[in-house]
C-alpha cells in the first residue's frame, strides 16, 4: 500500500514532442506528490509538485495532471527539448505522517534531436 | 543548490570493514534522510531524522545505522560493509509543516564501492 508505480521505465521523445510519464499509488493518505528531475551525477531536484485538491498543474512545460479517484498522477513535458534528457521520479508524501517520502522507480528519458 | 554537501564524495571499501558517510546541511532544517539508489529500484529510504538524536528506519535498513547529534550533521554507518551495499548514496533535507512547501533538497550523492 506504500507503494508509487511509476511507467514506463524508459522513453524516447523526439524533440518537440510530448513526453509523459506516469504514477498510480494506493494510499489514500498521501497528499503531496512531487516529481523529480536527476541529471547524470547529480542529486534529484524537485521540478514541480501537486496537492490533490487540483486536478492540474503547469509551470512552463511542464504539468502535472492528477486523478484522485483513480489515484493516479502524470507528468507532461510538451515541446520536449534535448537538455530535458534526464531521469525523473515521481514521489508521494503524507504530510500529516512521519514525514517519509515514497518514490517510484524513475523514468529515463532521452529526447531526440 | 541547497547548502547540503556529502563527504566522501567517492569512496572504495572492502568487505567487512565499516565505512562513515557524512551529510552536512547550512539551512537548519530539521528533516534530515539519507536513500540509496540502485538501477530498477529508484530512491529508496534507509533511515530519516526528524530530530536532533530522533531517527527512525526506512524501507531498507537493515546493515545500516544512523547518528544526529547537531541539526546540521547526519552521519550514515555501515557497521560491516557488503558488496549488495554498492551504490550511490543521496542525503536529502526538508523542513516540513507551517504551511511550506514541502521541497526536499538532496545532496551531491556519494558514490561507494565495496569490494
Known amino acids: 500500500q506504500q507503494q508509487v508505480k511509476q511507467s514506463p521505465q524508459s522513453l524516447i521523445v523526439q524533440k518537440g514532442g510530448i513526453s509523459i510519464i506516469n504514477c498510480a499509488y494506493e494510499?489514500?493518505?498521501?497528499?503531496?506528490f512531487p516529481w523529480y528531475q536527476q541529471f547524470p551525477g547529480k542529486g534529484p531536484a524537485l521540478l514541480i509538485a501537486i496537492r490533490p485538491d487540483v486536478s492540474e498543474k503547469k509551470e512552463g512545460r511542464f504539468t502535472i495532471s492528477f486523478n484522485k479517484s483513480a489515484k493516479q498522477f502524470s507528468l507532461h513535458i510538451m515541446d520536449s527539448q534535448p537538455g530535458d534528457s534526464a531521469t525523473y521520479f515521481c514521489?508521494?508524501?503524507?504530510?500529516?505522517?512521519?514525514?517519509?517520502?515514497?518514490f517510484g522507480t524513475g523514468t529515463r528519458l532521452k529526447v531526440l534531436a | 543548490d541547497a547548502g547540503i554537501t556529502q563527504s566522501p564524495r567517492h569512496k572504495v571499501t572492502e568487505t567487512g570493514t565499516p565505512v562513515t558517510l557524512r551529510c552536512h546541511q547550512t539551512e537548519n532544517h530539521r528533516y534530515m534522510y539519507w536513500y540509496r539508489q540502485d538501477p530498477g529500484h529508484g530512491l529508496r529510504l534507509i533511515h530519516y531524522?526528524?530530530?536532533?538524536?530522533?531517527?527512525d528506519k526506512g524501507e531498507v535498513s537493515d546493515g545500516y545505522s544512523v547518528s544526529r547529534s547537531k541539526t546540521e550533521d547526519f552521519l550514515l554507518t555501515l557497521e560491516s560493509a557488503t558488496s549488495s551495499q554498492t551504490s550511490v548514496y543521496f542525503c536529502?533535507?526538508?523542513?516540513?509543516?507551517?504551511?511550506?512547501?514541502?521541497?526536499?533538497?538532496f545532496g551531491p550523492g556519494t558514490r561507494l564501492l565495496v569490494l
Open positions: 514521489a508521494a508524501l503524507t504530510t500529516s505522517g512521519t514525514y517519509k517520502y515514497i
Open positions: 494510499n489514500t493518505a498521501f497528499d503531496y
Open positions: 531524522s526528524y530530530g536532533v538524536k530522533d531517527t
Open positions: 536529502a533535507i526538508s523542513d516540513l509543516g507551517g504551511g511550506a512547501a514541502e521541497t526536499q533538497y
